[in-house]
Protein backbone atom coordinates (compact mmCIF):
# COMPACT_ATOMS: atom_id res chain seq x y z
CA UNK A 1 0.00 0.00 0.00
CA UNK A 2 2.76 2.28 0.67
CA UNK A 3 4.39 1.46 -2.53
CA UNK A 4 1.38 2.46 -4.29
CA UNK A 5 0.91 5.73 -2.36
CA UNK A 6 4.26 6.50 -3.18
CA UNK A 7 3.88 5.55 -7.23
CA UNK A 8 0.60 7.87 -6.85
CA UNK A 9 2.43 10.22 -5.79
CA UNK A 10 5.26 10.41 -8.36
CA UNK A 11 2.79 10.87 -10.81
CA UNK A 12 1.25 13.50 -9.35
CA UNK A 13 4.26 15.12 -9.04
CA UNK A 14 5.39 14.79 -12.68
CA UNK A 15 2.36 15.58 -13.75
CA UNK A 16 2.44 18.88 -11.89
CA UNK A 17 5.68 19.40 -13.41
CA UNK A 18 4.25 18.91 -16.69
CA UNK A 19 1.12 21.42 -16.35
CA UNK A 20 3.16 24.53 -14.69
CA UNK A 21 2.95 26.93 -17.61
CA UNK A 22 5.75 29.60 -15.72
CA UNK A 23 7.94 26.66 -15.16
CA UNK A 24 11.16 26.52 -17.09
CA UNK A 25 10.63 22.30 -17.19
CA UNK A 26 13.66 20.43 -19.08
CA UNK A 27 12.84 19.33 -22.39
CA UNK A 28 11.99 15.62 -21.97
CA UNK A 29 9.26 15.80 -24.87
CA UNK A 30 12.27 16.48 -26.70
CA UNK A 31 14.16 13.51 -26.43
CA UNK A 32 11.95 11.19 -26.31
CA UNK A 33 10.90 12.03 -29.79
CA UNK A 34 14.17 11.21 -31.20
CA UNK A 35 14.50 7.97 -29.73
CA UNK A 36 14.60 5.68 -32.51
CA UNK A 37 12.24 2.48 -32.44
CA UNK A 38 13.31 -1.24 -31.48
CA UNK A 39 11.21 -4.38 -31.12
CA UNK A 40 13.41 -4.81 -27.96
CA UNK A 41 11.31 -4.66 -23.85
CA UNK A 42 13.18 -2.02 -21.55
CA UNK A 43 14.82 -4.53 -19.66
CA UNK A 44 16.36 -6.33 -22.62
CA UNK A 45 17.66 -3.28 -23.50
CA UNK A 46 18.92 -2.23 -20.50
CA UNK A 47 20.74 -5.94 -20.17
CA UNK A 48 21.91 -5.85 -23.23
CA UNK A 49 25.80 -4.22 -22.95
CA UNK A 50 28.88 -6.15 -24.32
CA UNK A 51 31.51 -6.60 -22.37
CA UNK A 52 33.37 -3.12 -22.41
CA UNK A 53 29.60 -1.21 -22.06
CA UNK A 54 27.93 0.50 -19.29
CA UNK A 55 25.07 3.01 -18.96
CA UNK A 56 26.25 6.35 -18.00
CA UNK A 57 24.15 9.14 -16.44
CA UNK A 58 24.29 11.70 -19.39
CA UNK A 59 21.30 14.15 -17.96
CA UNK A 60 19.97 14.09 -14.59
CA UNK A 61 17.61 16.12 -12.81
CA UNK A 62 16.05 16.66 -9.29
CA UNK A 63 12.63 17.49 -8.36
CA UNK A 64 12.32 18.99 -4.89
CA UNK A 65 9.41 19.88 -3.30
CA UNK A 66 9.69 23.74 -1.20
CA UNK A 67 7.03 26.08 -0.66
CA UNK A 68 4.14 24.31 -2.18
CA UNK A 69 6.08 24.42 -5.57
CA UNK A 70 8.17 21.59 -7.60
CA UNK A 71 11.31 22.45 -8.66
CA UNK A 72 13.65 21.47 -10.73
CA UNK A 73 17.70 21.06 -10.51
CA UNK A 74 19.93 20.14 -13.16
CA UNK A 75 22.76 17.61 -11.51
CA UNK A 76 24.35 16.53 -14.55
CA UNK A 77 24.66 17.59 -18.16
CA UNK A 78 25.18 20.84 -20.36
CA UNK A 79 29.20 20.54 -18.73
CA UNK A 80 28.54 19.43 -15.28
CA UNK A 81 29.97 16.61 -13.37
CA UNK A 82 28.05 14.47 -11.06
CA UNK A 83 27.52 15.26 -7.76
CA UNK A 84 30.91 15.32 -6.02
CA UNK A 85 32.72 14.82 -9.26
CA UNK A 86 32.23 10.87 -9.96
CA UNK A 87 31.29 8.82 -12.57
CA UNK A 88 28.13 6.69 -11.56
CA UNK A 89 27.25 3.62 -14.26
CA UNK A 90 24.80 0.65 -14.37
CA UNK A 91 24.88 -2.88 -15.39
CA UNK A 92 22.12 -4.56 -15.71
CA UNK A 93 21.56 -8.24 -15.67
CA UNK A 94 18.54 -10.71 -15.23
CA UNK A 95 16.94 -9.66 -12.17
CA UNK A 96 20.10 -7.49 -10.65
CA UNK A 97 21.52 -3.96 -11.06
CA UNK A 98 25.19 -3.41 -10.21
CA UNK A 99 25.43 0.50 -9.47
CA UNK A 100 29.04 1.44 -9.71
CA UNK A 101 30.84 4.93 -8.19
CA UNK A 102 34.03 6.16 -9.92
CA UNK A 103 35.33 8.61 -7.48
CA UNK A 104 38.45 8.36 -8.06
CA UNK A 105 41.60 5.99 -7.70
CA UNK A 106 40.91 4.77 -4.22
CA UNK A 107 37.09 5.47 -4.32
CA UNK A 108 35.53 2.82 -6.36
CA UNK A 109 32.06 1.19 -4.94
CA UNK A 110 29.45 -1.20 -6.11
CA UNK A 111 25.96 -1.76 -4.89
CA UNK A 112 24.34 -4.80 -6.34
CA UNK A 113 20.07 -4.52 -5.93
CA UNK A 114 18.06 -7.09 -6.82
CA UNK A 115 14.87 -5.93 -9.19
CA UNK A 116 11.31 -7.11 -8.69
CA UNK A 117 9.21 -6.14 -11.74
CA UNK A 118 5.46 -4.65 -10.72
CA UNK A 119 3.74 -4.14 -14.05
CA UNK A 120 6.71 -1.73 -15.35
CA UNK A 121 7.56 -0.32 -11.76
CA UNK A 122 10.91 -2.25 -11.11
CA UNK A 123 11.54 -1.72 -7.07
CA UNK A 124 15.43 -2.06 -6.47
CA UNK A 125 16.44 -3.50 -2.93
CA UNK A 126 19.44 -3.33 -1.46
CA UNK A 127 19.69 -6.74 1.56
CA UNK A 128 16.32 -6.82 0.94
CA UNK A 129 15.29 -3.27 2.28
CA UNK A 130 13.56 -0.62 -0.38
CA UNK A 131 15.89 1.08 -2.16
CA UNK A 132 14.69 3.14 -5.00
CA UNK A 133 11.92 1.86 -7.61
CA UNK A 134 12.06 3.25 -10.94
CA UNK A 135 9.89 3.66 -14.05
CA UNK A 136 10.97 2.81 -17.90
CA UNK A 137 9.73 6.72 -19.42
CA UNK A 138 11.08 5.59 -23.38
CA UNK A 139 13.73 4.35 -24.82
CA UNK A 140 15.85 2.64 -27.86
CA UNK A 141 19.14 0.72 -28.16
CA UNK A 142 21.36 3.04 -27.27
CA UNK A 143 19.41 5.51 -24.25
CA UNK A 144 17.01 5.16 -21.72
CA UNK A 145 14.73 8.06 -20.02
CA UNK A 146 14.04 6.97 -15.93
CA UNK A 147 11.84 8.20 -13.60
CA UNK A 148 13.72 7.15 -10.24
CA UNK A 149 11.59 7.85 -7.09
CA UNK A 150 13.87 6.33 -3.49
CA UNK A 151 12.49 5.48 -0.48
CA UNK A 152 11.88 8.09 2.76
CA UNK A 153 15.17 6.57 3.94
CA UNK A 154 17.52 7.81 1.40
CA UNK A 155 15.41 11.18 0.60
CA UNK A 156 17.17 14.60 1.71
CA UNK A 157 16.49 18.08 2.44
CA UNK A 158 18.74 20.64 0.80
CA UNK A 159 18.04 24.49 1.07
CA UNK A 160 16.39 23.71 -2.96
CA UNK A 161 13.79 21.59 -0.86
CA UNK A 162 12.69 18.22 0.10
CA UNK A 163 14.20 15.74 -2.32
CA UNK A 164 11.24 13.65 -4.22
CA UNK A 165 12.49 12.26 -7.55
CA UNK A 166 15.02 12.20 -10.48
CA UNK A 167 15.04 12.02 -14.20
CA UNK A 168 18.14 10.43 -15.33
CA UNK A 169 18.69 9.74 -19.09
CA UNK A 170 21.00 6.91 -19.24
CA UNK A 171 23.35 6.80 -22.38
CA UNK A 172 25.23 3.50 -23.87
CA UNK A 173 28.77 4.11 -23.35
CA UNK A 174 31.96 2.52 -23.67
CA UNK A 175 35.24 1.58 -21.54
CA UNK A 176 37.93 -0.37 -22.39
CA UNK A 177 39.32 -0.22 -19.13
CA UNK A 178 36.43 -1.97 -18.06
CA UNK A 179 37.31 -0.51 -14.43
CA UNK A 180 33.99 -2.08 -13.20
CA UNK A 181 35.35 -5.24 -13.36
CA UNK A 182 37.72 -4.46 -10.49
CA UNK A 183 35.57 -2.90 -8.11
CA UNK A 184 35.61 -4.65 -4.61
CA UNK A 185 32.20 -4.25 -3.20
CA UNK A 186 32.77 -2.11 0.35
CA UNK A 187 31.24 -3.14 3.45
CA UNK A 188 27.80 -1.61 3.07
CA UNK A 189 25.07 -1.43 5.95
Known sequence: MKKLLSVLMLSLVMMACNKDEDS????????????ETTELSAMDVLKSLRDNEYWGKNIVYYYFEKDGKIIESLKLGNGLEGVGGGTTIYRFA???????????????????LSIKDNNGLYSCYY??????????????????LLEMNYSE???FTTEEGKFLSEKVLLKRQ?????????????VQE
Not at 179 to 184: D, F, G, L, T
Open 153 to 155: EYR
Open 174 to 186: TSDSKWWEKVVPS
Open 24 to 35: TMFDWDKIVAEM
Open 94 to 112: DNVVNIYSNGGPNLKDVWS
Open 127 to 144: NEKLYFEYKVVAYDENQV
